[in-house]
Nanobody
Framework: QVQLVESGGGLVQAGGSLRLSCAAS????????MGWFRQAPGKEREFVAA????????YYADSVKGRFTIPRDNAKNTVYLQMNSLKPEDTAVYYC?????????????????WGQGTQVTVSS
């Protein structure tokens, strides 16, 4: 089993930045793909970004491309979501997810473990 704990959410003004952290425990996730999803009120959970742990292949949703990055720290078993130039439409609960395969997935069903989520609110 893998446990994922997100942190770093909060309230920020439009144009600001936040960095979310996802710390994994239970086992080493060196062969896992890691992803971030978000869910706004009344909307489906949507893909944001993902990184393959082994070859660092990285994918982003078009809505965040150029503004968000997904750095990792293998030694800390942690993946981050660096969010810059935030917009009010980025407001959502952000979830970290782990996939028991090294290949990146962009669908919710591709992932096997989920964190509890962290709220990000961007004010205009």
């Amino acid at each position: 089993q893998v446990q994922l704990v997100e942190s770093g959410g909060g309230l920020v003004q439009a144009g600001g930045s936040l960095r979310l952290s996802c710390a994994a425990s239970g086992r080493t996730i060196s062969a896992y793909a890691m992803g971030w999803f978000r869910q706004a009120p009344g909307k489906e959970r949507e893909f944001v970004a993902a990184k393959a742990w082994t070859d660092a292949s990285t994918y982003y949703a078009d809505s965040v491309k150029g503004r968000f990055t997904i750095p990792r720290d293998n030694a800390k078993n942690t993946v981050y979501l660096q969010m810059n130039s935030l917009k009010p439409e980025d407001t959502a609960v952000y979830y970290c997810a782990a996939r028991r395969r090294p290949v990146v997935g962009r669908s919710r069903g591709d992932y096997d473990y989920w964190g509890q989520g962290t709220q990000v609110t961007v004010s205009s």
